[in-house]
């Protein structure tokens, strides 16, 4: 069963602009990461933001967290046309060690 | 970050046939380890978790005796597809995570099955 909603869906920008990704959850988490999926590929990790925590930035990713709206934001600054992939959030409970990914964002950069 | 090799990386096999998928973490102890399924343009969906040396644990609607899994060491985990049909083609991706539920996890680069 998936965990969460990603929104947008679908979406497409230029080379060179900023790409903002949402995630909703349902349940209580321990930990949120944002993995990366190329398609028809395995998936990279990318970031894991703990529940404890608010922000967290990897290079040109920034991650945010809200367990009060149980929300989380990946934000990819100056997309290049490599970054065109789907993109997964995924929740870990407490109590169990199951990784439940959304449903994902089909990102698109136009060169 | 850590290896995980899944191999094979596609296969084609005949109705009624088994097709076995491996799962190797390469430089590290993956004390559990997940199996996926995903239908194109569609998330990952959780088939089961395993922990090294014990039985598996299956979501709800994974039939158990038809996706056989095997956590046998540390390193290799194997979901063997009994009796496949067309319906159970798919892709199936496997990941590895190391002790502790805040570490990442690991994944292979996942099987293309296709059932004739």
């Known amino acids: 069963s998936q965990q969460g909603e990603e929104d947008p869906q679908a979406l497409s920008i230029q080379e060179g602009e900023n790409a903002t990704m949402n995630c909703s959850y349902k349940t209580s988490i321990n930990n949120l990461q944002w993995y990366r999926q190329n398609s028809g590929r395995g998936l990279v990790h990318l970031i894991l933001i703990r529940s404890n925590e608010r922000e967290k930035h990897s290079g040109r990713l920034r991650v945010t967290l809200d367990t009060s709206k149980k929300s989380s934001s990946l934000l990819i600054t100056a997309s290049r046309a490599a970054d065109t992939a789907s993109y997964f959030c995924?929740?870990?409970?407490?109590?169990?060690?199951?990784?439940?990914f959304g449903t994902g964002t089909r990102l698109t950069i136009i060169p | 970050g850590a290896v995980v090799s899944q191999h094979p990386s596609w296969v084609i096999c005949k109705s009624g046939t088994s097709v076995k998928i491996e799962c190797r973490s390469l430089d590290f102890q993956a004390t559990t380890m997940f199996w996926y399924r995903q239908f194109p343009k569609q998330s990952l969906m959780l088939m089961a978790t395993s922990n090294e040396g014990s039985k598996a644990t299956y979501e709800q609607g994974v039939e158990k005796d038809k996706f056989l899994i095997n956590h046998a060491s540390l390193t290799l985990s194997t979901l063997t597809v009994t009796s496949a049909h067309p319906e159970d083609s798919s892709f199936y991706i496997c990941?590895?995570?190391?002790?502790?539920?805040?570490?990442?996890?690991?994944f292979g680069q996942g099987t293309r099955l296709t059932v004739v």
């Open positions: 990941s590895a995570r190391g002790a502790g539920r805040a570490t990442e996890a690991f």
């Open positions: 995924a929740t870990v409970g407490f109590g169990n060690e199951k990784l439940t």
